[in-house]
């Protein structure tokens, strides 16, 4: 790849190469794709979507040969905008039933954009374990049986040592991934994770243990002086806001702030019933962690926030700093949710969750889950295999970490995830399990934040955090300034969940959702508006992007998503809050439940605002004009 546009491709951003590997057969074969592909479909989410959309039949096994698993990159990944190192995976995930849509940071993105390729789609099942090498324009399917059964940092460490290559960055999975926990999740090294809706079980499904990926290229820009603007732009940006600039690096996310998010009842306790944790936290935010534990920050490629933690730590637990530290929805999921006040302990589960290849999120959520079922005796010491399953006990979250990626003991039955797991418990164990299309929600209280509560339902892949808008920035005048251009200009109640919020909710999730497809990183692009994603593609791709145009491309790319869903037997019913979210808090600071008429008549408005019909479901008249399948 040359770094300036081409004769033969006026436009930058993309090598134009989709690389195919069929494990069934063995095959490797590429294809070239033109430039209204991807001015359609963008990058990340939206050549996932697209892909998944029109490969994958109706009906398939999620985990058997006929699900593909597709990487994607993005017009800006390994150029030199600001924090271009993220990639997305996604497949049909097998905790849904439908689309999982994830991104993960590193390099290991930048490297297969440096070996010649936008996007790789793998098919079928090879017949023993397998990595692919994928360098500078060539692939090899490698034996991987020496590497079944390995960590993820053990795994990185054999892989290197084999190809004789310590830059080679490894997409993979650990033991969690290859029992097929269904909630596993592919690690980019020891502590980036894919980690929502189980792809690492689809990959372990594949018997693909790895991707490795090295290239020597370079990602081709349209325009470099509009690159360094932007970058000059979100620098000075980000110094003039405090939590960016001074907060993120410091402490990473969930820093000493946690402490007031606890006092008014933002935080998930005792699996979101609420409880009183106001020592507890002090115990486990990101500015406890560093003074306890703390080691130098790392980044991600092109990043300068270097916002990730790395924790270090003696007896009891020998915390391993390469597997990093745990980020707010890991600190909440495996402390806060299971009141687990000890940071070590808290951190060596996290660890764990690393070298396993599981998604934090949901394994916290699961076992939170478990712990109201023992505190209700619909789980016994018999049935845990003599575990102390009691809430604020950090030893037994350790073990059972270790129990659900083995699948073994109590483990065997959590592996199912909260909801699989609750229908097999029976007498009410099914109003304790906290998810949506059994997805767990990422670490943010939804009874405080309806238009969040709405983001959950209604999102493609379940409980995401991140394609998500918080209620407070549309309370802000501050935040509504941003949506100003789009003619919004009154601030609505946090509490709110009218239709002037449902309209400024589609908008913002729209605004989030397109980190997702341009795979910026929703933490570095902080004040982001509609404006700077245009001049970002205009610097590399070399197109004159309007908002109007994004905003179409993302419903574009939200539709395909859901005409995905439907495909695959997905309903309206689907798109439901847990029982828990419309009962009261019990303890600590007072909140209330969510209203269920007000949410179920703002997720109609929300289907109409998108162009489908009262069921979700996406109108022949819209498809057509959304040009999804021309």
């Known amino acids: 790849m040359n770094e300036e546009k081409t004769a033969e491709q006026p436009w930058g951003g993309m090598t134009c190469r989709i690389l195919r590997v069929d494990l069934s057969s063995g095959t490797v074969s590429t294809e070239e794709r033109d430039e209204r592909y991807y001015r359609k479909w963008i990058g990340g989410s939206g050549l996932i979507a697209q892909i998944l959309l029109t490969e994958v039949p109706a009906g398939v096994d999620p985990l058997g040969p006929g699900n593909k698993l597709v990487f994607a990159l993005s017009p800006v990944t390994g150029t030199a905008i600001y924090a271009a190192g993220r990639n ?226 003696g007896a009891p637990y ?104 609750a229908k097999k418990i029976g007498r009410g164990a099914e109003a304790l399990s906290v998810e949506v299309k059994q997805v767990h929600p990422g670490m943010h209280e939804p009874r405080l934040n309806p238009a969040f509560a709405l983001g959950f339902m209604v999102n493609p892949n379940g409980a995401d955090h991140c394609a998500n808008v918080h209620d407070d920035i549309l309370a802000a005048e501050n935040g509504i300034k941003d949506f100003n251009q789009l003619g919004f200009y009154d601030t609505v109640p946090p509490l709110d969940i009218g239709p002037r919020k449902v309209a400024l909710f589609k908008v913002g999730h729209i605004r989030e959702f397109l980190n997702d497809v341009l795979l910026t990183c929703h933490l570095a692009y902080v004040g982001v508006t509609y404006k700077q994603p245009g001049e970002i593609l205009s610097a590399v791709a070399g197109w004159d992007v309007s908002p109007a145009e994004l905003i179409r491309t993302a419903e574009r790319i939200l539709t395909a998503a859901r005409l995905f869903n439907v495909k695959q037997g997905l309903t309206d019913d689907d798109d439901r809050l847990p029982p828990r979210f419309f009962e009261n808090k019990t303890e600590g600071p007072f909140v209330a439940g969510l209203d269920r008429e007000k949410m179920e008549k703002a997720k109609r408005y929300y289907y109409t605002l998108m162009g489908w019909d009262e069921n979700g479901v996406p109108t022949p008249e819209r498809v057509d004009e959304l040009y999804i399948y021309d």
Not at 232 to 250: A, Y
Not at 353 to 382: P, Q, R, V, W
Not at 391 to 418: D, H, Q, T, Y
């Open 318 to 421: 020998f915390v391993d700093p390469e597997y990093g530290g745990p980020e707010y929805e890991a600190m909440c999921a495996l402390g806060t949710n299971l009141e687990v006040d000890d940071p070590e302990a808290m951190a060596k589960a996290n660890e764990l969750c690393n070298a396993y290849s599981l998604d934090a999120i949901s394994t916290g959520n699961t076992i939170s889950f478990a712990m109201e079922c023992f505190e209700k005796g619909l789980l016994t010491l018999e049935d845990t295999g003599g575990l102390d399953l009691r809430f604020a006990n950090g030893a037994a979250v350790v073990e059972c970490v270790e129990l659900i990626a083995r699948r073994e003991g109590i483990g065997a039955l959590l592996a199912l995830g909260s909801a699989e797991a």
């Open 88 to 313: 997305g995976v996604g497949a049909k995930s097998p905790l849904s039933g439908g689309i999982a849509l994830c991104q993960s940071g590193e390099h290991w993105g930048v490297e297969l954009k440096k070996a010649g390729y936008d996007v790789l789609v793998v098919e079928g099942k090879a017949d023993k374990p397998v990595y692919l090498l994928v360098k500078d324009g060539e692939v090899t399917i490698r034996d991987a049986g020496a590497l079944w059964g390995l960590l993820t940092k053990e795994t990185q460490k054999a892989v290197r040592e084999e190809l004789g290559d310590e830059r080679v960055r490894v997409a993979m999975i650990g033991p969690g991934g290859e029992n097929l926990v269904p909630f596993a999740c592919i690690m980019n090294g020891p502590f980036d994770a894919a980690g929502r809706g189980g792809l690492g079980a689809v990959m372990g499904s594949k018997n693909l243990k790895a991707v490795a990926a090295r290239g020597t290229g370079r990602a081709r820009v349209y325009d470099r002086e509009g690159v360094k603007a932007f970058n000059n732009w979100i620098t000075k940006s980000h110094w003039d806001h405090f939590w960016i600039h001074q907060v993120l690096p410091e402490f990473g996310t969930g820093g000493p702030e946690m402490e007031g998010m606890e006092m008014i009842g933002h935080l998930p306790v005792h699996n979101w019933r609420g409880a009183p944790f106001a020592e507890g936290i002090k115990n486990v935010h990101g500015g406890a962690l560093k003074e306890r534990m703390g080691l130098p920050m790392e980044g991600c490629y092109g990043c300068p926030l270097r916002c990730k933690k790395r924790l270090q730590s």
